[in-house]
């Protein structure tokens, strides 16, 4: 059975940083494709970066340069490492494999103005 635990969510002012955890178990992290994904109050979830199984890494144009998708594969660990937060980072975050249908509890972060 597949569990998903994001952590690492909070309270930050404009310009901070968070970083995201999401330990996996009943998976491998190191052979499959993985997301990070939110959504926002009164909006449709989205995609925010993907990393491969191989480490290649994919952003939203929104978060380009400002958050970085990284995997331990010891600590079977997926990252979300983010800096210069905006107000409009401000969602409930949720990490998955890409190919998978089902959503752990999320991550709230919230970025006061």
């Known amino acids: 059975q597949v569990q998903l635990v994001e952590s690492g969510g909070g309270l930050v002012q404009t310009g901070g940083s968070l970083r995201l955890s999401c330990v996996a178990s009943?998976?491998?992290?190191?052979?499959?494709?993985w997301g990070w994904y939110r959504q926002a109050p009164g909006k449709q979830r989205e995609s925010v970066a993907t990393i491969t199984a191989r480490g290649s890494t994919n952003y939203a144009d929104s978060v380009k340069g400002r958050i970085t998708i990284s995997k331990d594969n010891a600590k079977n660990t997926v990252y979300l490492q983010m800096n210069s937060l905006k107000p409009e980072d401000t969602a409930v975050y949720y990490c998955?494999?890409?190919?998978?249908?089902?959503w752990g509890q999320g991550t709230q972060v919230t970025v006061s103005s």
């Open positions: 998955k494999p890409t190919w998978y249908s089902h």
């Open positions: 009943g998976i491998i992290v190191s052979t499959n494709p």
